[in-house]
Nanobody, 120 residues
Framework: QVQLVESGGGLVQAGGSLRLSCSAS????????MAWFRQAPGKERELVTR???????FYSDSVKGRFTISKDNAKNTVYLQMNSLKPEDTAVYYC??????????????WGQGTQVTVSS
């Protein structure tokens, strides 16, 4: 059974930092594109960033230069370092495993989500 478990969310002031982690089990981690999506209340789920099988990365324009995705294949874990956080980054953040795409539809497995709240 595949499981993706996120951790590291919380409440932070604008300008602060958080680091999210996603631990995966039950799948061949290195064979998947790993991604972070987020969903704010009343909005659609959107791709934040993804990291390919060989480490190539993609960032949405809204987080480029502030967020960094990385992964450790030995630990089956993907990370999201979030710096210079803004109130508009407030959302539930989801870890996902799938293929190289910006569409949630193309990701087979999802974590339960972790809340990130940025206060102004």
């Amino acid at each position: 059974q595949v499981q993706l478990v996120e951790s590291g969310g919380g409440l932070v002031q604008a300008g602060g930092s958080l680091r999210l982690s996603c631990s995966a089990s039950g799948l061949t981690f290195s064979s998947y594109v790993m991604a972070w999506f987020r969903q704010a209340p009343g909005k659609e789920r959107e791709l934040v960033t993804r990291i390919g099988r060989f480490g190539s990365t993609f960032y949405s324009d809204s987080v480029k230069g502030r967020f960094t995705i990385s992964k450790d294949n030995a630990k089956n874990t993907v990370y999201l370092q979030m710096n210079s956080l803004k109130p508009e980054d407030t959302a539930v953040y989801y870890c996902a495993a799938g293929r190289q795409s910006s569409r949630p539809f193309d990701y087979n497995y999802w974590g339960q989500g972790t809340q990130v709240t940025v206060s102004s």
